[in-house]
């Protein structure tokens, strides 16, 4: 971890303050020094973006002319440059009339633009290197082998102010090297921290973030706390378990305060739609605010968890990672509704029986056989969703289990993190031995291991990568290397792992992972609390992965049960859970809940039997073809990005809600109203009713008497209750968990 | 690996001209059931033939809905085998494509629910006496019917429940019938749970011994809710046994073979079976009489004897000679190992039968030399052409084709050690095999292919009208290790009294020939089974042939086989006489290479028919292709077809029948008589240069001319393919036979496209005994070039 070293080699820096980092050698910009091809003229590719994805990097190049991503390929760039059309792109006898300066300087139409200045510092090391002949220095030349930046600790009081940060360099050969000047920089979070293409930190909102400086094929951070200038005062709040002391400890840095406790009514609610999928009944709450036991909120946790309706919560979270869907319609390729059915119903009953994590991912990973008799080798045909690769399978498997993204250093070493094209292909071969051929009948597949299969083979010598662990160097010699993959990943010293599943449990209840998103691990997006998530990570693993027990640690914490309203000093804060985050009900979860208010039932036709709920909805066709699931933004399971379930309003959300017939239908089924109405129950009983079954309290007294206003005179007409629940189900309060 | 099985074929429907499905599905033997047919174009029904006489069909009538249905009475005889029977329907015009019809040992119950749920939960349960065929159905709807039955049990007894569901292989569209099965005690407490098995792949079978008296509930119910759609069962629920595997799972033909009867409840036993003197499978029912299982096991049997496994697995059994079978279980040590002795020059067959035969295992075999480590083969599963199934489609996963075959041939004398395991390493106390080693023995099957002739095909049926002909493309699938490559002839036996075969001898390489059958005015008119079989045309190399037909009775949406039905032999039916007649004329001209053919073809209709007739090729000789189907009007009575010869198609004497059927519902189709197709050599070869024309100008192409076969008359020589706005100035130039030069007028228009055109070619027309054959030669380039001449209008 790169960022730990230079964490732990650097001190802190105030803002304000000058830089001052030793330079060991200056800037190359004279001209009768001797200009290196790959220490100097290299980086102005990577700095001038020339050699960035969207341009000369791109894999096909662009207008004729290609340079490797980020480059990765010194050797290649300079043939591509010297000799590939010779007398083109360098211009050794008059070097001002390179093409490589002109098109650089903007002086003849280039598609990117002027890039640099003519008699800039990138200009002047182009044109030095032409001057001086253009010569590769290959051999001997040292490599970059880290980067540091300085400070690496940036605390600014009060805002717009500025800061700049230094990159040192590393090289092989033990000398440093300042870069700031070829470095590119970027930050996580510009409310908090902006930083421009000189190194400049400038502060904005309270908050924490990182800034990021990026050269050759290392990225390296400074964390910015922005803290207000007037004077701040830390409030007394007894946390209830060790998640508020890390949480308050990190608000108390951040001068921020948390929101008071959520109310009884608040937090049944929360923790219905949370841990159940579903809202409380109004006897359900009934019973909830009339006990008067100071542990009433552990028992309400205990008891939803026992509920089979917990484990369909996490049931269809896997489901959407693991893709259980048929998007090919093709049975030879295994992701028939059988598969899906029998995968579906596998996971399910691990969560129902509480089967630790580290089983159920080891079971899947490692998984041989029948898709039908052995449920979790459907891994093999769910990820693909179509043609076994290898590779894809290895990205995929990496990012739900470890939330990295391992997919950018197969073209190339990951520009924002620390894999390396090495780390790809040796992690690839975990997979190349799965292989698959059709089982006993059409929708079924045998899911094998070929011994003998070669390891994956590296893109740029095509040498081949025996497997390895991520980041590790030892070659893993096994007939079924899986095997030992499933217990490396999922060993209680794996932080990738751990960290990961207690990440995505936490995002789950709060709201936002503490990376975020879940499943895009990597140095360039640090945690927003490394303390935090690393102890959720460790008592995950110390108990044995048993999930209920960490979701208990979150769900009985005072962090949990914030209330959603902000004070002055938190109003901003969107990463360190000090108040409760307002949530659009997940589209399965929202009409399961006007199901449950309407106490109707949704059909879905086709291979779903009547009377399932949204949320046990197995595969994806029908799933997905359901406009209310679709236009909430379910998601599709055609990849494993968490982001795929999107939560996000849309105009035609409201429509919908408004004149669809989502809810207009099920009103008019529904025979909650008619049956208090035949009770002959009184207005006042009626609404509050309608109340608890849509927004889980009884009315304020206010909205009790406007109401009571539209029923007088008609007590018994059944329209203006239904205008009523309509309105209710139309409200934001109901579309959202608080 | 089977690749081609990795292939999605988009296909037709499933459904038939005619017949999809028989309710009840099945009957009991020696009662009498009145059964109905269920499809379309079914008036004017016949005669109904089982495959086995010992079904008799009788009162044929149309049914309540004439045409969709068809009544009548199955007397099934006190002999008759329990499991799948085949039928076909006989109607005055037409043969129906076979469908099934399941013959069970004990009495059948109707399932009784009138409304969805009545018999849903074991309080409603319907009681049914043990030792009965429940025949049910999941309930239509989209509420997720749960059948549940009851039988009273003394404590200890046996209770077996077997069902039939994706067997059946009931037509279901769209919707599939993938059941599963509980047995539950009378405090809901579930002692057996069944969904897919080894031995019937989808279909589920439980058996347990009561461990008290008192109710015992059956539970059938989807596996997953598609919604259900024919979804019919029969349920055998009795205390018969049922046996998982049997071991050793065959033996030498005409021998007794001492088998261990695996995986019933009450523990393993052995019995004496007595082997039939026939080869190949012989159904098995194990168990004493009164418990016998309602569907046999299958046994291997050989004209070889039996080798075991050792017993300690750790040392290769020894095979003291060749041909053999092998067999062992694989319940202890994940592979067995078979030492052999062969000889360099030998080609010995290597098959497998283990999943094919129920057991759950996924085998793969391994062949190396004794002194070596280095496998020299290596087989996993089978492709299903190979194995005997040549008509299966390659999107077809049937279990049979988890089971090795593969060809040996020993690359030098000496021992050799074979070792099987299973691929994912499993074993258990079912995972029985065997393995065949037998010499090659020439076998070519036949089969219908499913996609001959353009409307759909009554797959193996042939129905021929009296009087006329109908011709089918046969196809042949040489066996694993075949080698004969001479020509063929083909043979029939069993056509009806009045059919006579017209078959053309099949040249050395083809795979495929035309067969036709012609029925007599006075043929009889009933349904036959027939073979077609073919035969060295010299007679010397003696080939095994049989026809082997596969069926997929229930096809999914991309043809993927729930269930299919193996034919050993072909039906014909005679039907009415056809209400018109079909007759080409012979060509007076031949076919020559990169040329085509058109016949002339004359409808002759009887009186008051007066329908659309279409026409077409079923077969036609190597890389000779057709065009589309013609259709006659209503009101004509002649048509032409055309053909087209590659170049590549091989010149000779050939004999080519085309098909003509009505468009009617009913389809009526008959052929014409062959008439010879001669393929011949071109008779000029056109050198086109290369020339230029400009727009708005005339121009000209020249072209060298070569004879490659002298003609009498003269040849008229045309231009195709030339670019837009550019066209041939007429007349168009004759060539003779000494012609070596010629020269093609052209004139493009002002506004014709200007380009260089590649594939301009030459239409070559010449006149042979008064018809005209065409003949395209050569191919040149014509550069189209901008006028120089501007025309200013304004």
Not at chain 1, 154 to 166: N, S
Not at chain 1, 339 to 358: H, K, T
Not at chain 1, 644 to 664: F, K, V, Y
């Amino acid at each position: 971890m790169k960022l730990l070293i230079v964490l732990a080699f650097s001190g802190l820096a105030f803002g304000a303050s000058a830089r001052h980092v030793s330079k060991t050698l200056p800037p190359p910009v004279d001209p009768a020094k001797p200009v290196s091809f790959r220490l100097d003229v290299m980086p102005v590719f990577f700095r001038a973006g020339c050699n960035s994805g969207g341009c000369h990097g791109a894999a096909i190049g662009k207008d004729g002319f290609h340079l490797s991503l980020f480059g990765y390929d010194p050797a290649g760039d300079y043939f591509r440059l010297t000799r590939q059309i010779i007398g083109r792109r360098i211009d050794v006898a008059v070097p001002e009339e390179s093409l490589l300066l002109l098109k650089g300087a903007g002086k003849v139409p280039h598609t990117g633009g002027r890039r640099f200045a003519p008699n800039s510092e990138l200009y002047n090391t182009l044109l030095h290197w032409i001057e001086q002949g253009a010569k590769d220095d290959a051999a001997g030349v040292p490599q970059v082998t880290g980067i540091s930046v300085a400070p690496d600790k940036i605390i600014f009081i009060g805002k717009e102010r500025k800061r700049p940060l230094a990159v040192v360099a590393k090289y092989s050969d033990g000398s440093t090297r300042e870069v700031s000047t070829l470095a590119l920089y970027l930050t996580n979070n510009k409310t908090t921290a902006d930083i421009d293409d000189k190194g400049i930190v400038t502060a904005g909102k309270r908050g924490d973030t990182f800034v990021f400086a990026r050269f050759a094929k290392y990225t390296a951070g400074a964390e910015v706390i922005v803290l207000p200038k007037d004077k701040f005062k830390w409030p007394k709040v007894a946390p209830n378990n060790y998640i508020d002391g890390l949480v308050f400890a990190k608000l108390q840095k951040l001068h921020i305060a948390p929101s008071p406790l959520a109310t009884d009514e608040e937090f049944l609610r929360r923790a219905y739609l949370d841990l159940i999928g579903l809202p409380p009944t109004p006897a359900a709450h009934d019973a909830f605010i009339k006990d008067r036991a100071p542990s009433k909120r552990a028992k309400l946790i205990d008891d939803l968890m026992a509920r089979t309706e917990f484990a369909d919560v996490w049931t269809t979270q896997w489901a959407e990672t693991l893709k259980l869907t048929d998007t090919t319609g093709n049975d030879s390729v295994g992701t028939n509704v059988k598969a899906i059915y029998s995968y579906y119903d596998w996971i399910r009953d691990q969560m129902r029986r509480d089967v630790p994590l580290d089983r159920f991912a080891r079971a899947q990973i490692q998984a041989v056989g029948s898709t039908f008799e052995n449920p979790p080798a459907n891994l093999y045909t769910m990820l693909p969703q179509g043609n076994y690769d290898p590779k894809a399978m290895a990205q995929d498997v990496t990012q739900v289990f470890t939330g990295v993204r391992i997919q950018c250093a197969q073209c190339h070493n990951h520009p924002f993190d620390r894999w390396t094209q090495d780390d790809y292909y040796s992690f690839v071969s975990f997979f190349t031995g799965v292989k698959r051929k059709p089982g006993a009948e059409p929708r079924e597949v045998y899911v094998y291991t070929d011994p003998h299969a070669a390891p994956a083979k590296h893109l740029l010598d095509g040498r081949p990568m025996p497997p390895r662990y991520l980041g590790e160097q030892s070659e893993i010699a096994a007939k079924d290397p899986r095997v030992k993959l499933a217990e490396w990943l999922t060993s209680k010293d794996n932080a990738m792992f751990r960290e990961n599943m207690a990440n995505r449990i936490w995002a789950h209840f709060l709201g936002r992972g503490i990376v975020e998103p879940v499943d895009d691990v990597r140095i360039s997006n640090p945690p927003s609390n490394r303390e935090l998530i690393e102890e959720l990570g460790r008592r995950l693993a110390s108990y044995d992965f048993d999930a209920r027990k960490l979701v208990r640690d979150i769900c009985l914490s005072r962090t949990y049960q914030l209330s959603s309203m902000p004070n002055a000093t938190n109003r901003d804060d969107d990463s360190q859970f000090s108040h409760g985050r307002l949530r659009r009900l997940r589209a399965d979860v929202l009409l399961d809940a006007i199901d449950e208010a309407t106490d109707t039932t949704t059909t879905f036709g086709g291979d779903y039997p009547r009377g399932m709920r949204a949320i046990e909805l197995y595969g994806g066709i029908r799933r997905n073809g359901n406009y209310f699931l679709k236009t909430f933004g379910l998601a599709a399971r055609d990849s494993v990005n968490a982001s795929e379930t999107r939560l996000e309003p849309t105009l035609a959300q409201a429509l919908h809600l408004i004149n669809g017939d989502t809810i207009e239908g099920k009103l008019g089924r529904s025979t909650v109203i008619a049956q208090m109405l035949k009770a002959h129950e009184k207005p006042s009983e009626i609404i509050d009713t309608l109340y608890l079954r849509s927004l889980g309290r009884t009315p304020s007294a206010a909205e009790r008497q406007k109401l009571l206003a539209l029923t007088a005179g008609h007590e018994a007409d059944r329209k203006v209750y239904d205008d009523i629940f309509w309105a209710l189900l139309n409200s934001t309060e109901f579309a959202f968990n608080h | 690996m089977r690749g081609a099985s990795w292939l999605v074929l988009f296909s037709v429907c499933a459904f038939g001209d005619m017949l999809e499905y028989v309710t009840p599905r099945g009957g009991s033997i020696g009662t009498t059931v009145e059964v109905v047919l269920h499809g379309a174009n079914l008036e004017n029904p016949k005669e109904i033939r089982l495959d086995d006489d010992c079904i008799v069909a009788t009162d044929v009538a149309a049914g309540a809905k004439p045409g969709n249905e068809v009544k009548a009475r199955f007397r099934i005889g006190l002999g008759c085998a329990p499991g799948e029977h085949v039928l076909r329907l006989r109607t005055a015009t037409n043969l129906s494509e076979p469908v099934t019809f399941w013959v069970s040992p004990f009495p059948a119950v109707r399932e009784i629910e009138k409304g969805q749920g009545e018999n849903d939960t074991p309080q409603k349960a319907q009681i049914v006496p043990l030792n009965s065929t429940v025949e049910g159905e999941i309930a239509r709807g989209q509420d997720a019917d749960v059948d549940v039955y009851r039988v009273d049990m003394r404590a200890g007894e046996r209770l077996s429940v077997e069902v039939e569901g994706m067997r059946l292989g009931t037509a279901a569209q769209g919707g599939v019938n993938d059941l599963m099965l509980r047995i539950l005690n009378s405090d809901g407490q579930e002692l057996a749970v069944s969904k897919d098995t080894a031995l019937f792949v989808e279909d589920p079978v439980a058996s347990i011994v009561t461990p008290a008296a008192g109710p015992y509930f059956i539970e059938i119910k989807q596996q997953i809710f598609t919604a259900p759609k024919l979804a019919f069962y029969r349920a055998h629920i009795g205390g018969f046994t049922r046996p998982l595997a049997l071991f050793p799972a065959g033996g030498e033909r005409g021998t007794s073979v001492d088998v261990r009867v695996l995986g019933d409840p009450t523990g393993d036993r052995v019995e004496r079976v007595e082997l039939p003197d026939t080869n190949g499978d012989s159904p098995y029912f194990s168990g004493a009489p009164g418990e016998k299982p309602p569907s046999p096991n299958r046994l291997r049997v050989s004209p070889y004897p039996n080798v075991m496994a050792a017993a300690d697995g750790t040392s290769p059994a020894s095979v003291l000679a060749l041909p053999a079978a092998l067999n062992g279980i694989l319940d202890k040590n994940n592979s067995a190992q078979f030492r052999f002795s062969a000889k360099k020059g030998q080609a010995w067959r290597v098959q497998v039968f283990a999943r094919s035969l129920g057991s759950p295992m996924d085998p793969i075999i391994r062949i190396r030399p004794a002194n070596s480590d280095k496998n020299i083969l290596i087989a996993d599963d089978a492709i299903l052409a190979e194995l005997g199934y040549p008509s299966a489609r390659g999107t077809w996963a049937l279990p049979a084709s988890l089971d090795p075959l593969a060809m040996f041939k020993p690359p030098a004398d000496g021992d050799y050690i074979l070792e099987i395991a299973d691929t994912q390493g499993r074993t258990g106390p079912l995972f029985v095999y065997r393995i065949e080693i037998e010499p090659v023995h020439e076998t070519i099957l036949t089969y219908l292919s499913t996609t001959d002739g353009a409307p759909q095909p009554r797959v193996t049926g042939v129905a021929v009208p009296r009087g006329s002909r109908w011709t089918i493309d046969l196809q042949l699938a040489p066996g694993l290790g075949s080698e004969y490559k001479g020509d063929l002839i083909v043979e029939a036996t069993g056509l009806p009294r009045g059919v006579e075969m017209i078959a053309q001898p099949v040249l050395k390489g083809q795979n495929h020939v035309p067969v036709q059958f012609y029925a007599s005015d006075d043929a009889d008119a009933r349904i036959q089974f027939f073979d077609l079989t073919v035969q060295a045309t010299d007679r010397k190399t003696p080939i095994e042939s049989h026809p082997h037909q596969s069926v997929a009775t229930m096809n999914r949406g991309i043809e993927s086989a729930m269930h299919v039905v193996f034919l050993n032999h072909y039906a014909m039916a005679v039907t009415d006489p056809a209400p018109f007649h079909v007759e080409m004329e012979k060509p007076r001209a031949p076919l020559v290479q990169n040329g085509e053919l058109t016949f002339k073809v004359h409808v002759v209709r009887s009186d008051g028919f007066k329908g659309p007739i279409v026409l077409a090729a079923s077969w036609l000789p190597p890389n000779v292709s057709k065009g589309p189907a013609v259709t006659i009007a209503p009101d004509k009575t002649d048509g032409e077809f055309t053909i087209h010869a590659a170049a590549k198609a091989l010149p000779g004497e050939y004999q080519v029948a085309l098909n003509a059927w009505t468009q009617t519902s009913e389809r009526i189709r008959i052929s014409t008589e062959f008439v010879p197709v001669s393929i011949v050599e071109p008779y000029l070869k056109i050198t086109l240069r290369r020339s230029s024309v400009e727009q708005g100008r005339a121009g000209q192409m020249k072209a060298s001319v070569e004879v490659a076969k002298s003609f009498s008359g003269e040849a008229i020589l045309g231009l195709k393919n030339l670019p837009k706005g550019v066209k041939l100035v007429d007349p168009k130039p004759k060539v003779t036979s000494s012609t070596r030069e010629v020269v093609f007028d052209i004139e493009a228009s002002t506004d014709a496209l200007a380009g260089l055109y590649n594939g301009v070619t030459c239409d070559v027309s010449v006149t042979t005994n008064g018809e005209t054959q065409h003949q395209q030669a050569g191919s040149g380039l014509l550069r189209v070039d901008p006028s120089r001449i501007a025309v200013v209008t304004k």
